[in-house]
């Protein structure tokens, strides 16, 4: 089946910016979304197709895409962006939609 | 404001069926996809399926035999079904928006614990 590949961990300082990659075949051929997690709550969508930003998330938050990697950069990152990440696509067919096995964001 | 609100049987038995419905409140059920993801304790998440407000429905391949998600357009509501459930079945269940322009699942129900023991 198709899969989205993750890190497992990434950790950065206050301030710092954190970089997160996701990476499959088709992504460049399909869009990519980013989700945020915390503890005990519903995910939420932070980026959508690939670099679009919903309404209310902050800024620092953007995505990128290149070849079949996409990322999701978020610059000056604070305390409250400590949670988990997960990129989701669709396969080539857009038959089904898939997620990343996820990311722990640890700000340190 | 899209609200939606899920509920079902928390605690089921190995073999027995799942079953989840989830409401829409305060928006339009016409012209989206509507989800299904579940995530197992302490895992990631995990796309079950999907339905449109026509019954037009897409699952994911590994559950596909298993799983049926329905709708009730009267009722602005949509259900899974998810039969011969085992203990690996145990997960928060979510249901989720697709947005119309293809933009990601943005409204998110607030989950459903699920645990199947014997």
């Known amino acids: 089946s198709y899969e989205l590949t993750q890190p497992p961990s990434v950790s950065v300082s206050p301030g710092q910016t954190a970089r997160i990659t996701c990476s499959a075949d088709a992504l460049g051929k399909q869009y990519a979304y980013w989700y945020q997690q915390k503890p005990g709550q519903a995910p939420v969508l932070v980026i959508y197709k690939d670099s679009e930003r919903p309404s209310g998330i902050p800024e620092r938050f953007s995505g990128s895409s290149s070849g079949t990697t996409v990322t999701l950069t978020i610059s000056g990152v604070q305390a409250e962006d400590d949670a988990d990440y997960y990129c989701q696509s669709a396969d080539i067919s857009s038959t089904y939609v898939v997620f990343g096995g996820g990311t722990k964001l640890t700000v340190l | 404001q899209v609200q939606l609100q899920q509920w079902g049987a928390g605690l089921l038995k190995p073999s027995e069926t799942l079953s989840l419905t989830c409401a829409v409140y305060?928006?339009?059920?016409?012209?989206?996809?509507w989800s299904w993801i579940r995530q197992p304790p302490g895992k990631g998440l995990e796309w079950i399926g999907e339905i449109n407000d026509t019954g037009s429905t897409n699952y994911y391949p590994s559950l596909k035999s298993r799983v049926t998600i329905s709708v009730d357009t009267s009722k602005n509501q949509f259900s899974l079904k998810l039969t011969s459930v085992t203990a690996a079945d145990t997960a928060v269940y979510y249901c989720?928006?697709?947005?119309?322009?293809?933009?990601?699942?943005?409204?998110w129900g607030q989950g459903t614990t699920v645990t199947v023991s014997s």
């Open positions: 989720a928006r697709w947005g119309l322009a293809a933009d990601g699942m943005a409204v």
């Open positions: 305060g928006g339009s059920f016409t012209g989206y996809y």
